[in-house]
């Protein structure tokens, strides 16, 4: 028995060292991007009036101030009076067009990530061929939609294809039911698989029979 093909090279172990870190980093850099964001948007907003009321700067207000509105609007969220301003709001912002369809669409998007929600949301893994014959992707069904075409009906499925490592941005595709192939995982499975760039894998993808 050969012992110096059980035993693994430097490059092996590098490469699987650097794959660890990615797994690591790769949830940590987009969950510090996205709450960037969110701090940014607040701090804006927060700093100047905080600023003008103690007269001087005071640092981190408007973290705390990030934090303090998270908590409020999730305590709120629970509570009936503030479900109806939000439905209130809701209809509000339906009046203005390109408002209604930004807002609508980062809903259903942000909705469908969570895992565990019904209604729009997604509703399977799948793999299609995409871009071109030859090709395999992964996406999300997102619905069964029906084309009539010279009075045939086709079946066919609107599928999702995030781009990593930011979910909310990607594209739709539809592609005939029969085209599509199920695969054995969860959708929370699914978007570890694709928003790590396939490094977080059992290395086998099963299909539904």
Do not use: C
Request: hydrophobic share 45%; no cysteine; proline share 6%.
């Amino acid at each position: 028995m050969n012992t110096d093909e059980s035993k693994p090279t430097f490059w092996g172990v590098l490469r699987n060292t650097f794959g660890r870190g990615l797994v690591v980093m790769v949830p940590v850099v987009i969950t510090f991007w996205v709450l960037n964001i969110l701090f940014s948007a607040v701090d804006g907003i927060a700093s100047p009036i905080f600023d003008r009321i103690f007269e001087r700067h005071i640092p981190g207000i408007g973290f705390i101030t990030m934090i303090v509105l998270i908590l409020i609007v999730g305590s709120l969220s629970r509570n009936l009076i503030a479900r109806t301003v939000l439905r209130t709001f809701e209809r509000l912002i339906s009046t203005v067009p390109l408002a209604r369809t930004i807002y609508t669409a980062m809903k259903d998007i942000i909705s469908a990530l969570q895992p565990g929600k019904k209604g729009r949301s997604f509703r399977e893994v799948v793999i299609i061929e995409y871009p071109s014959p030859g090709f395999s992707t992964i996406g999300f069904v997102t619905n069964e939609i029906s084309i009539e075409n010279q009075n045939e009906l086709e079946e066919m499925i609107s599928v999702y294809i995030p781009n990593p490592p930011n979910p909310t941005s990607g594209f739709l595709v539809l592609v005939p039911r029969k085209s599509a192939k199920t695969l054995q995982m969860t959708v929370e499975e699914g978007l570890k698989l694709v928003l790590s760039g396939g490094i977080v894998t059992s290395g086998n993808l099963t299909m539904k029979s």
